[in-house]
């Protein structure tokens, strides 16, 4: 059974760096036919997906537009895990954060999707100072 | 404001059929599969429908999603007081750089 277990502090001062850890049990986060995503949600923005990495031979990381210039997504062969950060952080970044894996097929150009099936708790991350 | 519309609310008794739309474009649903997630308060997104109208196992088939052009549709029939929950649709965005893009939710209530 795969499993998705969230770390990282709740509470990030203005301007400074949002980091979250999600350690997978039951799956690699090297696999072949998975990627792995952060997603947040809140009640000004609702779900909104903010980027994923996968492997496919090299590893490869996708970011929403939104956030482009702020975010970073680095897996962790080592301890089979995948993290998240997010700079210069504003009060528009409190949220509940996810981490969730999506079941993927095809080449690193053509990721084909079966859905985002197993989900991390959730974070709840507050901007303030 | 979400790129996929989902009515915000819809309801329903015991029993019953509901169904809950989702609007999109071209570049999501109309070029890519739709996908439907429901969460329970304080709990994370779970994965309901796949590419369209694929069950997970585990699933009951009193929950199928169709799509036809832009737009799809999640109908539960046999509605029961456990199905109250937020029901989300998704579809991979292939506009700018590519994205994953939700609905804005519809919260459905068992009367």
């Known amino acids: 059974q795969v499993q998705l277990q969230q770390s990282g502090p709740g509470l990030v001062k203005p301007s400074q760096t949002l980091s979250l850890t999600c350690a997978i049990s039951?799956?690699?986060?090297?696999?072949?036919?998975?990627?792995w995503n952060w997603i947040r949600q809140s009640p000004s923005r609702g779900l909104e997906w903010l980027g994923r990495?996968?492997?496919?031979?090299?590893?490869?990381?996708d970011y929403a537009v939104s956030v482009k210039r702020r975010i970073t997504i680095n897996p962790d062969t080592s301890k089979n895990q995948f993290s998240l950060q997010l700079n210069s952080v504003t009060p528009e970044d409190t949220a509940v954060y996810y981490c969730?894996?999506?079941?993927?097929?095809?080449?690193?150009?053509?990721?084909?999707?079966?859905?985002?099936?197993?989900w991390g708790q959730g974070t709840t991350v507050t901007v303030s100072s | 404001q979400s790129v996929l519309t989902q009515p915000p609310s819809a309801s329903g008794t015991p029993g019953q059929r509901v169904t809950i739309s989702c609007s999109g474009s071209?570049?999501?649903?109309?070029?890519?599969?739709v996908y439907w997630y429901h969460q329970l308060p304080g709990t994370a997104p779970k994965l309901l429908i796949y590419?369209?109208?694929q069950r997970p196992s585990g699933v009951p088939d009193r929950f199928s999603g169709s799509k036809s052009g832009t737009s799809a549709s999640l109908a539960i029939s046999g509605l029961r007081s456990e199905d109250e929950a937020d029901y989300y649709c998704?579809?991979?965005?292939?506009?700018?750089?590519?994205?994953?893009?939700f609905g804005g939710g519809t919260k459905l209530t068992v009367l």
């Open positions: 969730a894996r999506d079941r993927v097929k095809g080449s690193p150009t053509v990721v084909a999707s079966y859905g985002m099936d197993v």
């Open positions: 039951g799956d690699y986060v090297s696999s072949n036919s998975a990627a």
């Open positions: 990495t996968y492997y496919r031979s090299k590893w490869y990381q």
């Open positions: 071209s570049s999501n649903i109309g070029s890519d599969y």
């Open positions: 590419r369209d109208n």
């Open positions: 998704a579809a991979w965005d292939d506009s700018l750089s590519g994205s994953w893009v």
